[in-house]
């Protein structure tokens, strides 16, 4: 008679082995899921949050414009101040044509002669087409000069710029004639106005103003029937970025 073979045993895992290497499998199969989910998340977050502060940085350098700091400079920097070619094209917000930059800026003495390292007035003009956000049928005329006193011999900056105001307030009141409107503007360190409408529906809106020891015009002319409030749109445009080139470039 044949010896009977015992039947073969079976392969595997069985019982509490069994058992446990199935919740073993499953525990890593989770901390692997869950280590997953984490490591995309975590890049998620960071990807967005540099994505805010990049943001952020491109909006702080676009408001300080050419000044990165409101602190004033220990030098001149005479390659950076240049209000009608570099300041002016760079704030944003106002819709301006600079046609006529003249020759760029002009370096004197306080006198008007020769400039020196401890005598130095830089002054410049320009002109162009402003288009405004109010209502009108045609762009205004737009023009802008300054004098800037950026070094004197007897350390009286201050002084001086506050005479060239004086003076620049009676020339925009003699220009305009019989102006309508006219008074204190809160515009800078200080400004004041001259509105004026003629009896061709045009108006002109002029604007003298001083930062530190800077002296600057604004005039304004539209062929329609704009009011001073039109006018005032558009210049406090110009202030926040001429605040602060003006109060970084002119040097401590």
């Known amino acids: 008679m044949a010896e ?35 490591v995309i998340l975590g890049s998620f977050l960071s990807t967005l949050s540099s994505g805010f502060s990049d943001s952020g940085n491109d909006e702080v350098g676009s408001v300080a414009g050419a000044a990165q700091t409101t602190s004033p400079r220990d030098e001149f920097v005479s390659d950076k101040f240049d209000l009608c070619e570099i300041s002016l094209p760079a704030i944003s917000g106002v819709n301006l044509l600079l046609h006529d930059k003249g020759e760029g800026p002009v370096d004197t003495s306080i006198e008007g002669g020769e400039p020196s390292q401890e005598n130095l007035v830089r002054s410049d003009e320009c002109s162009g087409v402003l288009h405004p956000d109010a209502s009108t049928s045609a762009p205004w005329e737009f023009r802008f000069s300054y ?16 005479d060239d105001l004086e003076k620049w307030r009676e020339g925009a009141e003699s220009y305009l004639g019989s102006s309508q409107e006219s008074g204190d503007l809160d515009f800078l360190d200080q400004a004041y106005f001259f509105y004026s409408a003629g ?49 970084n470039m002119i040097p401590s």
């Open 147 to 162: 004098r800037a006193i950026i070094f004197s011999p007897k350390g009286d900056r201050d002084e001086i710029s506050q």
């Open 199 to 247: 009896a061709d529906g045009g108006a002109d809106y002029v604007v003298v103003t001083r930062k530190r020891s800077a002296v600057l015009e604004f005039s304004m002319s539209s062929r329609d029937g704009n009011s001073p409030a039109h006018f005032r749109n558009e210049l406090v445009k110009f202030e926040n970025h001429l605040d602060l080139a003006l109060q």
């Open 4 to 38: 009977e073979k015992a039947p073969p045993r079976k392969q595997g895992l069985h019982g509490w082995k069994a058992a446990a290497a199935v919740f073993g499998c499953g525990t890593l199969a989770a901390f692997g899921t869950f280590g997953i989910v984490v």
